[in-house]
């Protein structure tokens, strides 16, 4: 009404909104990544936004839980989904009896975190997300299997990337060694922000956990241990016989040897122990990719092993291991610095301009193009025929079919590459042969 205060329109902070062109790029990123994840027999799930808060917060812990939306509808307790990986083990746990193991799934959604909103953090954001699950057991070829998969997509995207690989047996059987089992997780949460805080704030705050100096510098020198394989392998195989130390570092040389199976290129993976993933689900094999030419970026895909996630569903051991796209925060980084590929102004291939008395003919002719794979549109406004050339230029449409009368009793019409300027006078089929080898040549 005229006397009521209009609303400002605005969205809040933390979600990301693109303009049509710019959600063309997005959404073939989003299609070349899944085609990846096909192409590796990996199968699609979809599971809700909203999950029971006892099971989304199962396991989560550390500062994840400060990041969680949570509420209450009736005196049901709720959250929204963080990340993709506690659904897929409430669905694994919920539908083990029909699934048929090792079970290689995909998804690709929106996951909320309430963080602090600033340059490249989202609290909405896609996750392109891959995963695989055992029964009982699940072999490293499984971790190495996600490893490859991070090459794949990021081939695929034509972005080049580093993965950095570790196994958080190491740290845990190292902390263990050190007879400081019981302080290890809070001495993990620090050690994994060294490359945010430094290494002298990281030691201050591992000593003020009541640890010896000693022991803290053995733990920060640990972490900055990276290089190839080989050359980190032999720097740390023989700093401790513990059990659960040597378990890691034999999963890492297995994993060494089917990464080069596989072919990977070894300049593009590296062994750092400093890699640890903030959350406490993970429990072996642990990989972060950063963008080779870009390092502040940060971690552009990540993921890793846990053993134990689905321990707390079900009495069933299902193992698994997964990668994750963050795909949002990626997309805007890419923007930012000008590494997307052209927008298009519009996917429009061919506009049809009706004139006299001849919509009913274009709407027809434009049925059959988009039969034949053209992605055609009429324009029926009531603009000139000036406006709706001039229209057609602005977004930058190849070609326009403009039918009149005429056209409609010969059924030869007039075919304009926008492009070049040059008009023909074509039959259907012979304007549908122009503009696919138009497509063609592309």
């Given at each position: 009404m005229p006397n009521e205060k209009l609303i400002s329109p605005r969205k809040l902070s933390g979600f990301m909104e693109l303009s049509p062109s710019k959600q063309v790029v997005f959404d073939e990123m989003v299609d070349k990544i899944k085609q990846v994840f096909k192409t590796n027999c990996f199968m699609p799930i979809d599971t809700p936004v909203l999950e029971l808060s006892e099971i989304l917060l199962a396991k989560s812990g550390g500062e994840i839980d400060k990041e969680v939306y949570h509420f209450k509808k009736g005196d049901t307790d709720i959250c929204m989904r963080y990340d993709l990986t506690v659904p897929l083990a409430r669905y694994v746990a919920m539908n083990s009896e029909s699934l048929s193991f090792p079970f290689k799934r995909y998804q690709?959604?929106?996951?909320?975190?309430?963080?602090?909103?600033?340059?490249?953090?989202?609290?909405?954001?896609?996750?392109?997300?891959?995963?695989?699950?055992?029964?009982?057991?699940?072999?490293?070829?499984?971790?190495?299997?996600?490893?490859?998969?991070?090459?794949?997509?990021?081939?695929?995207?034509?972005?080049?990337?580093?993965?950095?690989?570790?196994?958080?047996?190491?740290?845990?059987?190292?902390?263990?060694?050190?007879?400081?089992?019981?302080?290890?997780?809070?001495?993990?949460?620090?050690?994994?922000?060294?490359?945010?805080?430094?290494?002298?704030?990281?030691?201050?705050?591992?000593?003020?956990?009541?640890?010896?100096?000693?022991?803290?510098?053995?733990?920060?020198?640990?972490?900055?241990?990276?290089?190839?394989?080989?050359?980190?392998?032999?720097?740390?195989?023989?700093?401790?016989?513990?059990?659960?130390?040597?378990?890691?570092?034999?999963?890492?040389?297995?994993?060494?040897?089917?990464?080069?199976?596989?072919?990977?290129?070894?300049?593009?993976?590296?062994?750092?122990?400093?890699?640890?993933?903030?959350?406490?689900?993970?429990?072996?094999?642990?990989?972060?990719?950063?963008?080779?030419?870009?390092?502040?970026?940060?971690?552009?895909?990540?993921?890793?092993?846990?053993?134990?996630?689905?321990?707390?569903?079900?009495?069933?051991?299902?193992?698994?291991?997964?990668?994750?796209?963050?795909?949002?925060?990626?997309?805007?980084?890419?923007?930012?610095?000008?590494?997307?590929?052209?927008?298009?102004?519009?996917?429009?291939?061919?506009?049809?301009?009706?004139?006299?008395?001849t919509l009913e003919e274009c709407f027809s002719l434009c049925t059959q193009f988009k039969e034949n794979g053209v992605y055609a549109e009429v324009n029926y406004s009531e603009r000139s025929f000036k406006a709706k050339m001039k229209d057609a230029n602005k977004r930058e449409i190849p070609f326009v079919m403009i039918v009149g009368e005429k056209e409609v009793d010969s059924k030869i019409y007039s075919l304009k590459n926008m492009a070049t300027s040059e008009q023909k006078q074509l039959s259907f089929n012979e304007s549908l042969s122009e503009i696919l080898k138009h497509y063609n040549n592309q």
């Amino acid at each position: 009404m005229p006397n009521e205060k209009l609303i400002s329109p605005r969205k809040l902070s933390g979600f990301m909104e693109l303009s049509p062109s710019k959600q063309v790029v997005f959404d073939e990123m989003v299609d070349k990544i899944k085609q990846v994840f096909k192409t590796n027999c990996f199968m699609p799930i979809d599971t809700p936004v909203l999950e029971l808060s006892e099971i989304l917060l199962a396991k989560s812990g550390g500062e994840i839980d400060k990041e969680v939306y949570h509420f209450k509808k009736g005196d049901t307790d709720i959250c929204m989904r963080y990340d993709l990986t506690v659904p897929l083990a409430r669905y694994v746990a919920m539908n083990s009896e029909s699934l048929s193991f090792p079970f290689k799934r995909y998804q690709i959604g929106k996951v909320y975190r309430g963080e602090r909103a600033q340059k490249g953090r989202f609290r909405e954001f896609y996750q392109c997300d891959a995963d695989i699950i055992g029964n009982e057991n699940l072999p490293i070829p499984a971790d190495a299997e996600c490893i490859n998969l991070v090459d794949k997509v990021f081939k695929a995207l034509n972005i080049d990337i580093i993965n950095h690989i570790s196994n958080r047996n190491i740290l845990f059987g190292y902390c263990e060694a050190l007879g400081l089992k019981d302080k290890c997780n809070d001495i993990l949460i620090y050690l994994d922000k060294i490359a945010k805080i430094g290494k002298e704030n990281t030691l201050k705050e591992i000593i003020n956990l009541d640890v010896s100096k000693e022991k803290a510098v053995k733990l920060v020198s640990i972490v900055e241990k990276c290089g190839s394989f080989d050359k980190v392998l032999s720097e740390i195989d023989s700093l401790t016989d513990n059990e659960l130390y040597q378990k890691g570092i034999n999963e890492l040389k297995e994993l060494s040897k089917i990464l080069n199976a596989m072919n990977i290129d070894q300049n593009k993976v590296v062994l750092d122990i400093g890699i640890i993933r903030g959350q406490n689900y993970y429990t072996g094999t642990v990989f972060e990719a950063v963008v080779h030419s870009h390092p502040e970026f940060g971690t552009v895909c990540g993921g890793g092993r846990y053993d134990n996630l689905a321990g707390y569903f079900t009495d069933k051991k299902l193992p698994g291991v997964g990668m994750s796209v963050g795909l949002t925060r990626l997309f805007d980084q890419l923007d930012n610095n000008n590494m997307l590929p052209a927008y298009p102004v519009s996917t429009t291939k061919l506009v049809i301009i009706p004139l006299d008395n001849t919509l009913e003919e274009c709407f027809s002719l434009c049925t059959q193009f988009k039969e034949n794979g053209v992605y055609a549109e009429v324009n029926y406004s009531e603009r000139s025929f000036k406006a709706k050339m001039k229209d057609a230029n602005k977004r930058e449409i190849p070609f326009v079919m403009i039918v009149g009368e005429k056209e409609v009793d010969s059924k030869i019409y007039s075919l304009k590459n926008m492009a070049t300027s040059e008009q023909k006078q074509l039959s259907f089929n012979e304007s549908l042969s122009e503009i696919l080898k138009h497509y063609n040549n592309q």
